[in-house]
Nanobody, 123 residues
Framework: QVQLVESGGGLVQAGGSLRLSCAAS????????TGWFREAPGKEREFVAA????????HYADSGKGRFTISRDNAKYTVYLQMNNLTPDDTAVYYC????????????????WGQGTQVTVSS
């Protein structure tokens, strides 16, 4: 088990950028794949990006390809999501999740979740 805390959300204008951070407790975090998901009002939680435990394999939803970059620093027990060229459609609560094994695309594949951080993009 790991505890996850997201930060870096906020209000940004369309075209702007944000960098989300997911800080983990526990040395075993470096053995966990980590994913970012988001949930907009009235919508289901959806996959955004994921990274394997070493940081050598990354995966993105089509909505974020070319705009979002996931990375990790295991020495700091932190995973990042750099988001560029944001649009109002990116407005949501963003969650990070961690699980041992390969990175997954489905929220059900993760058993460790943070509390979420709000991202709001104004037009």
């Amino acid at each position: 088990q790991v505890q996850l805390v997201e930060s870096g959300g906020g209000l940004v204008q369309a075209g702007g950028s944000l960098r989300l951070s997911c800080a983990a407790s526990g040395r075993t975090f470096s053995n966990y794949a980590t994913g970012w998901f988001r949930e907009a009002p009235g919508k289901e939680r959806e996959f955004v990006a994921a990274i394997d435990w070493r940081g050598g394999s990354t995966h993105y939803a089509d909505s974020g390809k070319g705009r979002f970059t996931i990375s990790r620093d295991n020495a700091k027990y932190t995973v990042y999501l750099q988001m560029n060229n944001l649009t109002p459609d990116d407005t949501a609560v963003y969650y990070c999740a961690a699980e041992s094994g390969p990175p997954g695309y489905d929220p059900g594949e993760y058993s460790n979740w943070g509390q979420g951080t709000q991202v709001t993009v104004s037009s």
